[in-house]
């Protein structure tokens, strides 16, 4: 866990992957909520996921393209493995990767910021 002190430490337009986790948890929650899976609701789901996190992302008024992908899956005991690889400059560039769950259904959401030069 970050202190404010440590997370401000940063440049302000840098990307904080913690900042844009939390951003995605709360906008899987909003979207899907307490929902059950249901093979109807996926593509509502999954394009509410990814406008909300693109709108939340880009409030930030950070200097950056935003990229944000989203996969829904019912729990049936199947394996689900997601990876991801980026060339770009570690120093300004980021991912985030969240994984939420409920009892029904697991989420997965990419979001990958370039910075704008």
Known sequence: MTTMEEYHSGSESSFHSDEADSIVKECIEGVVGNDDYSQSLVNKWTAGIVERCLTQLVKLGK???YIVTCAV???TGAGLHTANSCYWDTTMDGSSTVRWENR???CVVSVF?????
């Open 63 to 65: 200097p950056y393209k």
């Open 73 to 75: 899956m019912q729990k």
């Open 104 to 106: 029904t259904m697991y």
């Open 113 to 117: 910021a370039v910075a704008i030069a």
